[in-house]
């Protein structure tokens, strides 16, 4: 279990990680009703969008290794989002699987660019897939 969870950092600490490798990294927030959906995005915002949505427990950063992959940098944006109850977003406060794919269907709909989406997710963040 200690290897699907890590403590809570800032969103400055954080983009402070990022820069050491001079990549994108943007920390962002959506409101949704009375939730907040927190998620971050790597990579030129012109590309397609791989989207990372972690199992449980954990968060947004399960996927640091492919957001700072430089190869993955050349080619795609990259968004790595809290499931709602987790991380950043409303952290112990979850919800049925049903309302949390609605709720991130909220944010896929606000990050699209006209460009394809591809989905990845493992363990319950595929289960909403």
């Not at 915002?45 to 199992?55: A, E, N, R």
């Not at 977003?89 to 909220?106: D, I, K, M, R, Y």
Request: glycine letters at 8%; a positive charge; charged letters at 20%.
């Amino acid at each position: 279990m200690q290897s699907c969870m890590s403590m809570h950092i800032s969103d400055t600490e954080e983009k402070a990680d990022f820069n050491k490798y001079r990549f994108s990294f943007k920390s962002e927030y959506y409101k949704a009703g009375k939730r907040t959906i927190h998620y971050v995005v790597t990579g030129k915002d012109s590309f397609p969008t791989l989207v990372f949505i972690h199992g449980s427990p954990g968060k947004w950063d399960s996927y640091t290794e492919y957001l700072k992959d430089s190869a993955l940098q050349q080619h795609y944006r990259m968004v790595s989002v809290d499931r709602p109850g987790f991380g950043h977003s409303n952290f112990g406060n979850a919800v049925n699987l049903s309302t949390q794919a609605e709720l991130l269907s909220q944010v896929l709909e606000k990050i699209q660019n006209g460009k394809p989406i591809c989905l990845i997710g493992y363990s319950f963040g595929a289960r909403w897939l």
